[in-house]
């Protein structure tokens, strides 16, 4: 049996690191209006926690998905009918943080059944981008592999990395999609810039900096950590993004997807960088992290170099960011391999999110 748990706001919860933590309106507002999502990928006899069953019963029934399992939709009040003595309950949230942990334990959720604060703290510490950092040079002189990033610690040295390069991108250690990322000019000072980098130092101990590429599509490889420590790859993710915050995703058979990639990147260099993507996530978070993952990437133009028949070239960088929870980059997994193809959206009309599938086949 399984309880799973949609708290979006889990990335501004482990920036907090605090065991009482209240999210933001949106953030609240979003789990609250999409929190039947992981009945999506729940299977039959499964528990989904939401804030309001009958908001998520309504907006579940709304996507007229011909495969929807049997699943029971509670609130924290009825936590106490997922607990069974005779029965492990296999608890599985969008990501864990101390704040989600003391909520589940307050409501009766009893400790041994929730992972130790330790792995907590854990998981929390290889959350830090600098894991990102690490991966990307870890990747470099791979045929087809761009990009660079570094740990800052204070902001001279930001100033010191924007003088070296014409653009950067400057992200906190912790944050969420859209958020947390400041983007600087080397002919531009921006004061504001500034004191955003020095209040998040104070604030997470540093901020990363990394040189801005010239983007054509984003994209993420999803992976999964098992029990026993080992980190694999199980799809593609084709996503969307608005000024750097997440749109949707495009839906389409996993076929498709590597016959898109491979316009780009010749297929047997491509997974020669995911082998290693692989071993490195198996030796950095095996056995400290189990579930879900993904790790955001980009096609970047080749400004250097064309093919021979004069078509653009072009690169990747590997690793923009790796999210060390589920992604919507399962969430669309998960509907494609069940025949669900098209695009799916996430829309704010002022009021509430919707979640939606168009263009279904």
């Known amino acids: 049996m399984r309880l799973h748990i949609f708290n979006p706001d889990h990335d501004l919860a482990l920036a907090a690191n605090l065991r009482n933590f209240t999210a933001p309106h949106a953030g609240r507002q979003l789990r609250s209006d999409l929190g039947f999502l992981p009945a999506l990928w ?8 939401v804030d309001d069953v009958a908001v998520a019963e309504n907006a579940y029934r709304k996507l007229k998905l011909n495969n929807r399992t049997d699943v029971q939709f509670i609130n924290y009040d009825e936590l106490y009918l997922c607990i069974d003595p005779k029965e492990d309950i296999d ?4 990501g864990w943080n101390k704040a989600l942990w003391v909520k589940l334990n307050h409501y009766g959720i009893p400790e041994f059944l929730l992972p130790r604060i330790a792995q907590i703290d854990t998981i929390r510490d290889l959350s830090h981008r600098r894991l990102a950092v690490n991966l990307l040079d870890k990747l470099q002189g791979m045929p087809y592999v761009t990009g660079f990033s570094c740990v800052c610690f204070s902001y001279e040295e930001v100033l010191l990395f924007l003088d070296k390069n014409k653009d950067i991108v400057v992200k906190a250690p912790w944050s969420s999609s859209g958020r947390g990322v400041r983007y600087m000019e080397r002919e531009t000072v921006d004061i504001n810039a500034l004191q955003w980098i020095s209040n998040t130092i104070i604030k997470q101990g540093g ?3 990394e040189i801005k590429c010239q983007k054509v599509h984003d994209f993420a490889v999803e992976f999964i950590a098992d029990k026993n420590g080992q980190v694999k790859a199980c799809g593609l993710s084709l996503f969307t993004t608005v000024r750097g915050a997440y749109t949707g ?3 389409m058979s996993e076929r498709e997807k590597e016959e898109w990639l491979w316009n780009y990147i010749p297929q047997e260099d491509f997974n020669a960088i995911i082998q290693e993507i692989e071993k490195f996530l198996t030796y950095n978070i095996g056995g400290n992290y189990v ?3 993904g790790v955001d990437m980009m096609v970047v133009a080749d400004e250097h170099h064309v093919k021979n028949d004069g078509s653009p070239s072009f690169l990747i960088n590997p690793c923009i960011e790796i999210n060390l929870r589920r992604t919507m980059g399962h969430v669309a997994l998960a509907l494609s391999q069940n025949g669900h193809l098209g695009n799916m959206h996430i829309d704010y009309d002022g009021h509430n999110y919707k979640f939606r599938i168009t263009g279904q086949q």
């Open 207 to 209: 901020v990363t900096a």
């Open 291 to 293: 579930g879900p993952l």
């Open 91 to 94: 608890i599985q949230p969008w």
């Open 249 to 251: 995703n495009i839906l």
């Open 42 to 49: 729940a299977e039959t006899g499964d528990y989904v926690l």
